[in-house]
């Protein structure tokens, strides 16, 4: 772990405002790249109210690229569930693909947010809860937060501070930042149940509910909203879903109860479901909404506080992932070797990250609100589309967040560059790796498969910051990659072209000044 350049002025490098997902992540990516954080969240406890039931999407190989997608994964109680998903109001079915570009991991949030605490913890990161932000200062070379702890008012200045306060960010508002974009008039309710032995489970999903008749499985639309019903073979659990037109606010707070479930399938289906056990119960409503700017000087947002989707499944993706994003680029600063605008960049690239999730979600509202022989036509043309592979593979990447290519400068062109580097099985010296092992230490690599010791002479001037390996890979797609921490490809050499085609450029427009200068610079 690196040394922090905290000078005595500072009570930590970067404040982190909530301890979800997004808050936690964000820590623990930040301490491991030797930057000290302090996480304020104004709960004094976890909370015990379910929200997010799993993760899904590209997190998932991040997390397996840091080397912890292991521990997630002996976490989870239930069986990790075929890749068939819900998209509006229908079903994107990826189980005929080998590969399928997304996948989920069935983690309740309280256990989610469990394991990054135990993560946070064993990094040292510094977690006060109870200790609500109320106020925001920032000038050209420091932030300082108010808060409210529980031995009263105090205050914490850092040299950044991030908002990852959720949906009603406080830190969002207290920056100013305009929060546009539109809520929709219904309620969506969620739960995970187990059923007594008077409703009968047929072999294909469908129920027997005494005094109804037969319940099917997938969606049901009706006059009064929408009703989803998915279980397992392997599970007695049933998951049940409802969505209703409704203008009322709800507090996040007050969980979702098993009558008021009942009550809202009963106005849907017209069934009344009973219910021996419920292990999940959530509330939601879906809004389309997205920061103007996810910078305001050493203000920055993530998660929920930066964008909401309106569709299940994607905001702890989005919310991680932005985190990952971000921690690597604030450390830089922290440490001194930033190059101009790299700070900047989360913007750009998340905010590009974040408007094709909003497409795809936004997607999702119009083939699930609509009622007509219009919409039904449309939701068969879309599943009719999806039985061809091509389409069906798009789809899936999209949903996972692994489409996303960001738009790096790129002298030579190379078609990897922005994109999510591939977990190629390596021969090293040292026997069998991966590019999934490079990236545990969280740290850039200039990964030479060409064995080329023009390029590996070149990073040498910024091996302070970058490692350097070499490996040889069957079929490989470059001669060499620059791979950031957050897995993205900052620069790809060209197979069998001469000179460095744009690595030097890239290191210094990612990492900053060389530590020295190469002779031929100086010669220059």
């Known amino acids: 772990m690196g040394t922090s350049v905290v000078s005595g002025v500072f009570d930590a490098d970067v404040i982190i ?64 569930p075929a890749p068939r998903f819900p998209f509006g109001g229908v079903h994107v079915d990826l189980t005929s693909l080998t590969d399928s570009p997304m996948h989920a991991l069935p983690l309740p949030q309280q256990s989610l947010e469990r394991l990054l605490g135990e993560r946070a913890d064993e990094l040292e990161v510094d977690i006060r809860r109870g ?73 294909n999903g469908d129920l027997e509910v005494p005094g109804f008749g037969t319940v099917r499985a997938g969606f049901t639309r009706t006059e009064n909203g929408l009703f989803g019903l998915g279980s397992s073979p392997d599970s007695a659990v049933v998951s049940v879903y409802t969505t209703e037109e409704e203008t009322a606010e709800y507090d996040d707070d007050i969980p979702l109860t098993v009558t008021e479930m009942q009550d809202s399938i009963h106005r849907v289906l017209g069934a009344n479901l009973p219910v021996v056990q419920a292990l999940r119960l959530s509330r939601f409503t879906f809004k389309a909404r997205q920061a103007e700017r996810y910078r305001d000087g050493r203000i920055l947002l993530a998660g929920d506080a930066a964008h909401l989707f309106p ?23 922290v440490h001194g070797w930033a190059p101009e605008g790299l700070l900047d960049s989360y913007h750009d690239e998340r905010h590009h990250a974040g408007e094709r999730t909003m497409l795809h979600t936004r997607a999702q509202v119009a083939l699930r609100r609509g009622t007509d ?20 593979r798009r789809m899936g990447a999209l949903i996972a967040g692994a489409d996303i290519r960001y738009r790096l400068p790129n002298p030579n062109g190379h078609p990897l560059t922005g994109t999510f580097a591939p977990d190629l099985a390596l021969r090293t010296e040292a026997g069998a790796s991966s590019v999934a092992e490079l990236m545990h230490s969280a740290r850039p690599v200039l990964l030479d498969l060409a064995d080329r010791a023009e390029l590996r002479a070149i990073a040498r001037d910024w091996q302070d910051r970058v490692e350097i390996r070499s490996a040889t890979t069957e079929n490989r797609p470059a001669d060499a990659l620059l791979i950031r921490p957050d897995g993205h490809i900052a620069w790809a050499a060209t197979i069998d072209e001469p000179g460095d085609t744009g690595l030097r450029e890239a290191l210094s427009s990612w990492f900053g000044a060389p530590a020295t200068a190469s002779l031929g610079a100086r010669q220059s």
């Open 311 to 333: 569709a299940t499944g994607v905001a702890i993706n989005a919310g991680m992932l932005d985190a990952v994003n971000l921690a690597w680029k604030l450390a830089a600063e």
């Open 17 to 80: 405002v909530g301890a979800g997902p997004t808050g936690l992540m964000l820590a623990a990516e930040l301490r491991s790249a030797g930057v000290r954080p302090l996480v304020l969240e104004r709960q004094p406890r976890p909370r015990d109210t379910p929200k997010a039931g799993g993760l899904g999407g590209q997190i998932l190989e991040l997390l397996r690229y840091r080397g912890l997608l292991d521990r997630f994964a002996a976490a989870c109680t239930d069986p990790i």
């Open 131 to 203: 200790h609500e932000v109320i106020g925001v200062r920032q000038d050209a070379d420091m932030v300082t937060a108010q808060v409210c702890g529980p031995a009263g008012e105090y205050q914490v200045i850092a040299r950044y501070l991030v908002g990852c306060d959720g949906a009603r960010s406080r830190i969002r508002d207290l920056a100013a930042i305009p929060f546009p974009g539109n809520t929709y008039p219904e309620v969506n309710r969620l739960a995970q149940v187990t059923l007594p032995d008077s409703v009968t489970r047929l072999d």
């Open 373 to 392: 022989p219009a919409a039904e036509a449309l939701r068969e043309v879309f599943q009719e589309l999806l039985i061809d592979e091509q389409p069906l």
